[in-house]
């Protein structure tokens, strides 16, 4: 395989550091250290979350770091390293519909794939490699009552 390209990013979003990104039919998507919406990399806009009922009160959602995002059946699926806890947003409205704790970890990144979760976990090189965790992102999804919110 060859470097074909480099995709030329709006001004606005050019810096920012990445920590993932996903495909969706509205565009590609990512995520930015900083930064606590989604990123639409074709024209730069950020799309803020409506986090709704989702937020605890006095919580704030500013220094809320997402590591990774990934897009499945009409669902964004981001992961946030701060509260090891998966938040999934509606792809049209970017409403949180809802909000799920993993197992306290350096949750890195995630991949979605019929109603499951595959979770990769970080680790120092010293350390033995941990297994990819596996949650049941439908069963999530149905007993969420939106109180498991930052």
């Known amino acids: 395989w060859a470097r074909v390209a480099d ?6 979003v050019a810096g920012l550091e990445f920590s993932g990104m996903t495909d969706a039919p509205g565009g590609r998507f990512a995520t930015a250290e900083d930064r606590s919406g989604l990123i639409r990399l074709d024209d730069g806009t950020e799309h803020a979350l409506g986090w709704g ?5 006095g919580a704030e959602v ?3 770091a997402f ?19 998966v938040v ?6 970017f409403a949180v519909e809802a909000v799920f704790g993993l197992e306290p970890s ?3 990144d995630l991949s979605v794939d019929g109603g499951l979760a595959y979770v ?6 010293d350390e033995p490699v941990p297994p990819v965790a596996v949650y049941d992102l439908a069963g999530a999804l149905a007993a969420s009552d ?3 919110g930052p």
């Open 120 to 125: 990769v976990i970080d680790h120092n090189y």
């Open 106 to 108: 350096a949750a890195a």
């Open 67 to 85: 590591s990774g995002v990934a897009y499945a059946e009409g669902r964004f699926y981001v992961l946030s390293e701060t509260y090891t806890c």
């Open 53 to 57: 009922g989702f937020v605890k009160e």
């Open 146 to 148: 939106g109180s498991d």
């Open 62 to 64: 500013g220094g809320l």
């Open 7 to 12: 995709v030329a990013l709006p001004a606005g």
């Open 88 to 93: 999934v947003v509606d792809a049209v409205t």
